[in-house]
DNA sequence: CGAAAGCGCAACTCAATAGTTGCTCTTATC
DNA sequence: GATAAGAGCAACTATTGAGTTGCGCTTTCG
């Protein structure tokens, strides 16, 4: 097993999920079945192609993966990218608990340091 | 009290969040302590001028605060946004619990439905 | 075999983003 | 009061991103 859990740079998944209509693709696949283009392509605005370059991004960033059966291209959800950046913002939150921190070095301090 | 907890979008939130150089201005305020764009701008190659406008980024995303003291602007991290990701993609990951269930669809499934 | 469904590739337009430089203004400091 | 530190504003360039259209290829179905 080489590198167990690195995750060498979290802001392209995030940059991924940073898209309204990508978001609602992962929605769709938030139950763990795959669907294929054509069927993810309904009930949207949008052409084929737009959707297809935003499952290649999502794909890219490791949110989902495809795999080819028959005519179709099938994409699934890949939780370990989800949850890694949960695990992410986790760290950026849980380095402080008390709410007053904030509070505390936003105004008391003196200006000039 | 209007508007409870509804985040109507939360795509800006991940799309400011989607940038190397604004992580790493979230991290080092991860602590909750507020600092000044001097002060965020020490240790990076950025000029100030980019700095700012990223900090008016994650400003603009609600995942920062700013308050002028004196002459220097300081930003603190809000960890109401951050968590606010974090629950989204807690609805987002939560929706299946079998890791098989990823793999049930994706290859066994008829091709043509 | 022929038609249609599903998809990939390429070129293109338009808008948004990252980053810079130059200037001005305000606030501390000596 | 002069000077320097901190920051805001505006204009500009270059790159990325979203979305489209058109065309061709493969796979299923009648």
Redesign the pocket.
């Known amino acids: 097993m080489l590198n167990p859990d690195v995750q060498p740079d979290p802001a392209p998944i995030f940059?991924a999920l940073?898209?309204r209509?990508?978001l609602s693709l992962l929605m769709k696949l938030s139950d763990g079945d795959a669907r294929?283009?054509?069927?993810?392509?309904t009930d949207t605005?949008?052409?084929?192609?737009?959707i297809?370059?935003?499952?290649r991004?999502l794909e890219g960033a490791g949110l989902v993966a495809?795999l080819?059966?028959?005519?179709?291209?099938?994409f699934a959800a890949r939780r370990e990218t989800i949850d890694a950046a949960r695990a992410y913002l986790d760290r950026v939150s849980g380095h402080w608990d008390d709410a007053l921190a904030r509070l505390r070095t936003f105004v008391e301090d003196e200006?000039?340091g």
């Open positions: 940059a940073g898209d209509t990508r294929s283009i054509a069927k993810l392509s605005l949008l052409t084929r192609q737009a297809t370059k935003h499952l991004v495809s080819r059966v028959g005519r179709e291209s099938r200006p000039a």
